[in-house]
C-alpha cells in the first residue's frame, strides 16, 4: 500500500469521528437532517429517509421492550395512525438490537394481537443523540418541512393535537423535560446555581408525574454517606418499603419487608392513598447533618400526610428457622455463590450465608408473619428447594438439613402506620 493510500485512509477515519462528535441535539424550531434511518421493522423496506415523509406530520415515538408505559401506548398509537394514514407516521425508535427486538414484538403480537404490531427502528444511535432524553415514552414530532414542532410524553399525541399541527395553528403543548434525579426534585436552577449551600429541602406531591418522569428511586451520596433522595411516581406504601430496607439495612443489620409494616389504619380513603395513588418524594439534608438520615425521612412522610409513622417494637408472631441437628449437609460445598430460589423447576442456593436465606424465605410470600434466623450457623451454606414453594412444603424439604421453620413469639422493630385523626 503506497503512502497515499495510507493518508486517504488515515483522512477518511478523521472525517468520520469528527463527524460523528459533530452531531448536536435539536430544540424545538431546529430542522432535522435527511438522515437515512435503517434496521427498520414492519416496514416496506427496511431503510428510510426522513425526507420519504415530506408530505406528512412524522411522530417519533422512542421506546424500549422494557418500558410498560411505552407497550401500553401501542394499541391507541396504531388506531391514531389508522384514522391519520394518509396525514400522519408513527415511527418507533429504539435502541435495542433488530433481532431481540423482533422477537419480542413477534411475542407480543401473538399474545395481544395486530393492535401491538408497530413500525420501528432498530439498533439506534444517531436519533438518540440528535434527540437525547432519559425517559420513555419520549416523541418528538416533525412537521411535513422537517421542522421539530414538539417534544412531549405520550398523552400528548392526541387528535386534538394532531389536528391543531395538520391544521398550521399554535399548539400550546406542555413540552417534555427529564427530571434530574441528580438534584431535588423542581427546585430552582437560580438556587443550585447559586452560591448558597442548601440545608434542607423536603417536597412531597399527591399525583403523578407523566412528563418526564418514570417510576423511580435515586439517592444522593457523599462517598457513602446518603444525604439526600427522589423517589417518582412510587405508592406510599412502596416508599415506606423503601425507607424501612434502608433502615433496618444501615441502622439495625437486619432483613426487612413488607411484613414489617403494620397498617392500623381505619380510614379506607387513607388505605387508597397509601396503596394505590402515586406520589413524589424529594428530600435533602446538608451533609454535615446526614446522620440517621432514613429516618429523618420517614419522619417527613409523617409530618406532611394523613397518616402517623412510627418505629416501635411489638411482640410478634414470627416463624424462626431453627437448627434441629448437627449433621453438615447444610455446609457449602464452594462454588460460584448462587441465588436463584424460586425458579420454577428447582430452587438453588449456594455458598452464601444463611441470613440471605432467611431473607429470600421472608420476602417470598410463604407466609403473612415474618421470619426470623434462629440457628447460630456463622458459615456459607448450600440449599437446594423444589416446587411449590409453600411453607409447608419448604418445612419438609429442608429437615433433611437438620433444619425447621417453628412458630415463635419474638419483639421486633416494625413501622407503626396509624390514621392521625384516630391516634388523636
Known sequence: MNIRAIL???FIFLFSNNHAQQIKPLQIGDTIPDLTLQNILNYKGNTVRISDFRSKLLVLDFWATWCTACINTFAHNNEIQKKYNVQ???LNVTYEPTDFTANFLDKLVARKGNAYSITTVTNDTTLQQIFPHKFVPHLVWIDSNRVVRAITASRQLTPENIDKILG???VDFQQKADIKYTQPLFLSSAILDSSFTLQHYSLLVHGNIYDGA????????DHEKTYGLNYTNQSLLFILNMLGNQIWENYYHSNFNQNR?????SDSTTMDKLRKDNWQFSFVVSKNNSDSFFIKALDEIGKNTDIDVQIEQRLMNCIALVRTTN?????????RPLIDLWSKKKGNFRNQPIK??????????ITPLPIIDATG???NIDITLYPPYTLENIRCQIKSYGLNLVPVKKTLNVIIVHDKSKKQ
Do not use: A, P
Open 356 to 365: 440471605y436465606f432467611v431473607n429470600e424465605l421472608d420476602g417470598g410470600n
Open 168 to 170: 398550521q395553528h399554535t
Open 261 to 265: 409494616i403494620l397498617l392500623e389504619l
Open 377 to 379: 450457623i456463622r458459615g
Open 8 to 10: 486517504l485512509i488515515i
Open 327 to 335: 449433621n453438615n449437609k447444610i455446609v457449602t460445598k464452594g462454588g
Open 214 to 221: 418514570g417510576v423511580g428511586q435515586y439517592y444522593l451520596k
Open 88 to 90: 400522519v407516521k408513527i
